[in-house]
C-alpha cells in the first residue's frame, strides 16, 4: 500500500515537475519585468490593489477549490451540473463583490486611483475564475499535467503582454489589464481541454446551488481567514511604514510565491488521494506520511535555498541595489518555512476529513493574535530598525506554532503518526547542515556556491535519511517508464 501510495505521489508530481519549471521560470520573468520597471513605492500601490482584490475573490471562490475536487475526486455523477451551478455562483458573486472591493478600499483612506486600479483588477480576474471549476475537474482525476499546461499558457501570454505593455510605456493600469488577457488566454485553452477529456457543463440545479453555498460556507469562511491576513497586514504596512516598505514587503512575497510554488503543487496534486484516503483512518494516516516526507523535503530545501541565496535572488529579479531590503525579509522568512509547511500538510488533511470549521476557528485566532502583536511592534520596529515588514514575518512564523498543536489535535486519533514529527525535525537538520557550512563560503559566488549547495544538500538529506534510497529507485523508475521509454520508442525505426 506504501509503495502504491508513493507511486500515486511520484506519479502526479512528475506529470507537473516539467510543467513547475516553466511555470517558476515564467513567474520570475513576470516579477522581473514589472519589478525593474515600477518603483518600489508603485509597486507597493500595486501589491496593494491585488491584496484587496485577491480578499474580495476568496469570497467569488466560496471554498469551491477544495469542496469541488473533494467531491469529483469521490466520483459524483452530477459533476456537469457541478460545474454549471459553480460558474453561476462565482458569476454572480464577481458582480458583487467588485462593489464590495471598492468599498474596502475607499473608507480605508486610500487614494481614487487605488480604488479605481482595484475596480479593474476585479473585472480583470474574471476568465480567471470560470476557469476554476475546470482546473477542479482536472485535479480530481488526477490530471495534473493538463492543469499544469494550461497555466503554463496563461502565465506565458500574460508575460509577453506584460512585457510589450510596458516596454511601451505603460504602468499600472496596463499591468492590471495584462492579467485579464492571461486570464482569457487560460480558459480558451481549460475549456479545449475539457473538451477533450469529455468534461460536460450542464445547466445550474437548485439544490446544487444551495449544496455549493452550505458545504462552500465553513470553507469559504477559512479561506476568508486566511486571506485577511496579507490584506490586514498590507493596511497596517501602508499606514506606518509607507508604500516602499509594502514594496519591499511585496517583492519578497513574489519570490517567496515563486520558491514556495513547488509544494504547493505537491498539495493539489496530493489533495484528491487524499480526500479518498480520509475515509480510512489507516490509509489516512499512510497518506498524511506520504504526503508529509515529500513536503519536507521540499521544506528543507526551499528553506536552506532560500537563506543562502536571497540575495542573489532579489538581484536577479529586481536589479542590484533597487530591493536589498527585500534579501533580508527573506532570510527571516527562510527560518519558519520548514514550520510552516508542516502547517500546510496537516490543514490540508483537515480539510479532506470536513474539518473545515475548526480550521477556520483556529485560523480566526492565529489571525487575531497577529493583527494584536503586528499594531503593537511595527510602528516600533519600523521606526528602530528602518523596516517594519520584519516584525511581520517573525510574528507570522511564531504563530504557525500554536496552530500546528491545534491541528495535531482535532484531527482523528492516530492519523499523523510517529513519521511526520520525525521527518520535520530531519528536514530541520538537513536545512542547518546546509546553510551552516555554505553561509561561510559565500565570497565564492554562484557560480561555485549551486553545485556545492546542490551536493551538500543531497548527501545530509540522504544522512538523515530525510530521502531514503527506494525515493531514488522509485523517482527513476518513474523517469524510465514516463521520460526515457517514450523517447526510445519514438526514435525506434518503423516496421
Not at 532560500?306 to 534579501?327: C, E, P, S
Not at 533580508?328 to 518555512?337: K, Q, T, Y
Not at 520548514?338 to 480550521?359: D, E
Not at 496552530?403 to 510517529?418: D, Q
Request: net charge positive; aromatic share 8%; with cysteine.
Amino acid at each position: 500500500m506504501r509503495s502504491n501510495t508513493t507511486r500515486l505521489l511520484v506519479r502526479n508530481v512528475s506529470h507537473l515537475g516539467m510543467g513547475q519549471i516553466a511555470s517558476t521560470i515564467l513567474g520570475i520573468l513576470l516579477s522581473a519585468v514589472i519589478g525593474r520597471a515600477l518603483e518600489p513605492a508603485q509597486l507597493g500601490i500595486l501589491y496593494t490593489v491585488f491584496a484587496i482584490s485577491s480578499f474580495a475573490y476568496v469570497i467569488v471562490d466560496w471554498g469551491q477549490g477544495t469542496y469541488l475536487v473533494r467531491e469529483m475526486a469521490r466520483g459524483r455523477t452530477d459533476e456537469p451540473e457541478l460545474i454549471g451551478s459553480a460558474l453561476l455562483i462565482r458569476l454572480a458573486a464577481v458582480v458583487l463583490l467588485s462593489a464590495v472591493g471598492v468599498a474596502i478600499a475607499a473608507p480605508l483612506g486610500y487614494s481614487g486611483q487605488i480604488v479605481v486600479l482595484v475596480l479593474l483588477a476585479m473585472m480583470s480576474g474574471i476568465p480567471a475564475t470560470l476557469f476554476a471549476p475546470f482546473a477542479c475537474s482536472f485535479r480530481s482525476r488526477d490530471r495534473m499535467d493538463v492543469d499544469a499546461f494550461v497555466s503554463i499558457i496563461g502565465k506565458a501570454i500574460t508575460l509577453v503582454a506584460t512585457a510589450i505593455a510596458l516596454r511601451f510605456g505603460g504602468g499600472l493600469t496596463e499591468v492590471i489589464l495584462m492579467q485579464a488577457i492571461g486570464g482569457v488566454s487560460t480558459l480558451l485553452a481549460g475549456a479545449i481541454a475539457a473538451l477533450r477529456l469529455d468534461i460536460k457543463v450542464a445547466a445550474p440545479v437548485m439544490k446544487l446551488l444551495r449544496e455549493l453555498l452550505r458545504h462552500g460556507s465553513p470553507l469559504a469562511t477559512f479561506s476568508l481567514v486566511i486571506a485577511s491576513q496579507p490584506f490586514i497586514e498590507i493596511i497596517m504596512l501602508s499606514a506606518w511604514a509607507g508604500a516602499a516598505v509594502v514594496g519591499w514587503y511585496g517583492a519578497s512575497t513574489n519570490i517567496l510565491g515563486i520558491v514556495m510554488s513547488p509544494a504547493m503543487i505537491l498539495l493539489v496534486a496530493t489533495f484528491p488521494a487524499l480526500s479518498r484516503a480520509a475515509r480510512s483512518l489507516p490509509d489516512l494516516r499512510r497518506m498524511i506520511d506520504a504526503t508529509g516526507r515529500v513536503m519536507f523535503i521540499a521544506a528543507a530545501f526551499t528553506s536552506s535555498a532560500l537563506y543562502l541565496f536571497a540575495d542573489h535572488m532579489v538581484a536577479i529579479i529586481y536589479g542590484h541595489g533597487r530591493f536589498v531590503v527585500t534579501a533580508s525579509i527573506l532570510r527571516v522568512s527562510a527560518i519558519f518555512v520548514p514550520l510552516l509547511f508542516l502547517v500546510l500538510v496537516l490543514a490540508s488533511a483537515m480539510n479532506a476529513v470536513g474539518r473545515n470549521k475548526a480550521m477556520a476557528v483556529i485560523s480566526i485566532v492565529r489571525i487575531v493574535v497577529c493583527v494584536i502583536f503586528n499594531w503593537l511592534l511595527i510602528g516600533y520596529w519600523q521606526q528602530r530598525f528602518g523596516n517594519g515588514a520584519i516584525v511581520l514575518v517573525i510574528i507570522a512564523g511564531l504563530t504557525e506554532i500554536p496552530a500546528t498543536i491545534a491541528c495535531w489535535a482535532l484531527l482523528p486519533k492516530g492519523a499523523v503518526g510517529s513519521a511526520v514529527s520525525l521527518n520535520v525535525l530531519r528536514a530541520c537538520v538537513a536545512s542547518l547542515c546546509t546553510v551552516v557550512p555554505l553561509s561561510m563560503l559565500q565570497p565564492l559566488g554562484l557560480l561555485y556556491l549551486i553545485p556545492l549547495f546542490a551536493l551538500l544538500f543531497a548527501v545530509t538529506a540522504m544522512v538523515t535519511r530525510l530521502v531514503l534510497p527506494s525515493d531514488l529507485r522509485l523517482a527513476m523508475e518513474m523517469v524510465r517508464s514516463r521520460v526515457l521509454a517514450p523517447l526510445a520508442r519514438r526514435s525506434a525505426p518503423d516496421g
